[in-house]
């Protein structure tokens, strides 16, 4: 699986953001996807995950109420709608891929990584 994180950018605080990541390969079918992001000086950590039909969502409490995280399978593509944004959520986002479905994943779980994307909420 090829991973393309897009949608980043600079937004001020409460605004909102919506990334998406493209996804090519046969080994899509069948992926649940995630979000993790990483912050300057800390360890990337996990945002949200989707399983391969939607049925399971799960999210950092960190976002819970404020991310909301969604597939379109027919354009092999997840997105990240992201509204109310804290300066806390500077990061760079990462989307990543796997076989397997976890609740709350560590990075080390991930089978497939895309370049990320900046984001940046200024206060």
């Known amino acids: 699986v090829q991973l393309q994180a897009s949608g980043g950018g600079l937004v001020q605080a409460g605004g909102s953001l919506r990334l998406a990541c493209a996804a090519s390969?046969?080994?899509?079918?069948?992926?649940?996807m995630y979000w993790f992001r990483q912050a300057p000086g800390k360890e990337r950590e996990f945002v949200a995950a989707?399983?391969?039909?939607?049925?399971?969502?799960n999210y950092a409490d960190s976002v819970k109420g404020r991310f909301t995280i969604s597939r379109d399978n027919t354009k092999n593509t997840v997105y990240l709608q992201m509204d109310n944004l804290k300066p806390e959520d500077t990061a760079v986002y990462y989307c990543?891929?796997?076989?397997?479905?976890?609740?709350?994943?560590?990075?080390?779980?991930?089978?497939?990584w895309g370049k990320g994307t900046q984001v940046t909420v200024s206060s």
């Open positions: 990543a891929a796997d076989l397997n479905y976890y609740n709350d994943p560590k990075s080390s779980d991930m089978d497939y």
């Open positions: 989707i399983s391969w039909r939607g049925y399971s969502i």
């Open positions: 390969g046969r080994a899509f079918s069948g992926a649940h």
